[in-house]
């Protein structure tokens, strides 16, 4: 069972950078979330999507975007990279609707913007 | 909003048991109140997931109150590897879908 699967699981971008981080599911699961957890802090909600075409944005969406044409992938993109934007981010999935479910979640992708 | 608030920190010694209360004023009538660990370095993982009154299973039991206004995670018998920071997680006002974290709780257990 591979779960959610993120990559790359590290990367160094240098500012004004662009790049995609993939995540992938294979548990059939409508809902996908990306967060991001700054050093020392908790997980703030960037984007997240009920089912392909379908996306919404969370608490921190500035400086990203998302797309969700199939059911197993909700890449996140980072355009024109920031220092402000060094993070870990995790991808998350969840069955079905929220109550009574559990969400599954990546390992995280370590982003460093220099 | 349902936004939640616990306290920022708590520490216990092994053996003790350990209670961390999430508030969660504007609960939505449908949503669940769910309960994470995270570890440095890894995703959360599951603990505990409750809609009212009380829920255990084998690592953790969850109190709920009739209002459903606030939830207490209870950790029996800590030991060192309970040392983790604690999420509860609900739904953001009616939108149950739009899943927000708060700020956590850090426990440091002691030998």
């Known amino acids: 069972n591979a779960g959610v699967t993120q990559t790359p699981k590290f990367r160094i971008l240098k500012i004004g950078q662009s790049m995609t981080l993939q995540c992938t599911q294979d548990?059939?699961?409508?809902?996908m979330y990306w967060y991001r957890q700054d050093p020392g802090m908790g997980l703030k909600l960037i984007y997240y999507?009920?089912?392909?075409?379908?996306?919404d944005k969370g608490e921190v969406p500035n400086g990203y975007n998302v797309s969700r044409s199939t059911t197993e992938d909700f890449p996140l993109r980072l355009e024109l990279a920031a220092p402000s934007q060094t993070s870990v981010y995790f991808c998350a999935s969840l069955g079905g609707g929220w109550s009574g479910n559990t969400i599954y979640f990546g390992e995280g992708s370590w982003l460093t913007v220099v | 909003l349902a936004k939640t608030t616990q306290p920022i920190s708590m520490d216990s010694y092994e053996g003790q048991e350990v209670n961390i209360t999430c508030s969660h004023n504007?609960?939505?009538?449908?949503?669940?109140i769910t309960w994470y660990q995270q570890f440095p370095s890894q995703g959360p993982r599951f603990i505990i997931q409750g809609y009212k009154t009380k829920v255990t299973n084998e690592v953790a039991s969850l109190f709920i109150p009739a209002d459903r206004k606030s939830s207490t995670l209870s950790l029996p018998r800590v030991s060192l590897s309970d040392t983790a920071v604690y999420y509860c997680l609900v739904g953001e006002g009616d939108n149950t879908d739009k899943l927000i974290f708060g700020t956590g709780t850090r426990l440091q257990v002691f030998p």
């Open positions: 999507s009920v089912g392909a075409g379908i996306t």
């Open positions: 504007n609960i939505a009538t449908n949503d669940y």
């Open positions: 548990m059939n699961h409508n809902y």
